[in-house]
């Protein structure tokens, strides 16, 4: 087996399907249809006061010169927490862990976890238009030299969306700067930006797109997908399950870098009353 991680990612993408097409019917089912839109359109929102765990499944084929491909799983809880009656400071925790093969050079192969990213974003209570603001911080969490930076980052992170019943429109963007870490290791001076639109509707279910751009100033290089979704909203006994799959369609990027083409398969735990 050349890829046993990634052969499980696939079984894995299969099963979140299968949830998919029968997620409406079970939908349909709940009394609280008009609770669970407002579920959907709170997990759209990136700084909604709500805790959440999504665990993100990304799969990569056909990178670089040596065709190859990459497994990652980002953990990423999202917990809230009120400062005053009008501003919530919700913070984001991205922890990547990545199987990858035939990256680095041909038949090679490298499993561990990679730079963690942190940030926090103030929030104040609006309606309609809706912004966060604060710092995003680059950890140097990766167990493997080729799976991170060595370097620990800083800078501001921003996020302007509008919001009513049913849709979503908006973007989130950070850029960050290496302030220290090993010497010999090049400089990160990154920038990300999310732009994202979805609907939801009275099931739970929802509709989407989002461009994703990541800009390295330091080694001049552009990647950008285009990621339509899927996703609907589900219970396992009490605990409350979003799920989305969306292909991964790779726009522009560096030959060294950029996938042929890619597919990722969110479950996220919600904890509504939290």
Same mark, same amino acid.
């Given at each position: ?22 997620? *409406? ?13 407002? #579920? ?7 700084? *909604? ?8 499944? @990304? ?7 040596? @065709? ?18 009008? #501003? ?16 680095? =050079? ?21 309606? =309609? #238009?809706?912004?966060?603001? =604060? ?47 090993? *010497? ?34 330091? *080694? ?10 899927? =996703? ?43």
């Amino acid at each position: 087996m050349k890829l046993p991680m990634c052969s499980i990612s696939i079984k894995y993408v299969f099963i979140v399907f299968g949830f998919l097409l029968n997620f *409406a019917a079970y939908a349909q089912e709940e009394k609280a249809g008009a609770s669970a839109q407002e #579920l959907a359109d709170k997990l759209a929102n990136p700084v *909604a006061s709500l805790i959440s765990v999504p665990l993100q499944n @990304n799969l990569n084929y056909g990178i670089g010169p040596f @065709n190859g491909s990459k497994y990652t799983i980002n953990i990423q809880p999202v917990v809230p927490f009120k400062l005053s009656e009008n #501003l919530n400071l919700i913070t984001r925790y991205i922890l990547p862990v990545v199987d990858q093969r035939d990256i680095t =050079g041909e038949n090679t192969h490298q499993f561990g976890l990679s730079d963690a990213t942190v940030t926090a974003f103030f929030a104040p209570k609006t309606k =309609g #238009l809706i912004f966060g603001f =604060g710092p995003a911080f680059l950890v140097p969490t990766a167990t493997e030299k080729v799976l991170g930076t060595e370097k620990f980052g800083i800078g501001p992170s921003v996020l302007v969306m509008h919001q009513g019943k049913g849709l979503s429109v908006g973007f989130l963007a950070n850029q960050i700067w290496s302030v220290a870490g090993n *010497a010999d290791r090049a400089d990160v001076n990154s920038f990300y930006t999310q732009i994202f639109m979805s609907h939801s509707y009275k099931s739970g279910a929802s509709l989407g797109v989002n461009a994703e751009i990541t800009q390295s100033w330091e *080694a001049n290089t552009t990647m950008i997908s285009i990621n339509p979704s899927i =996703g609907g909203i589900t219970k396992f006994g009490d605990q409350v399950v979003q799920f989305s799959i969306q292909p991964l369609i790779p726009v522009v990027g560096p030959h060294e870098s950029r996938p042929d083409w890619g597919l990722r398969a969110v479950v996220a735990f919600v904890f509504p009353g939290a």
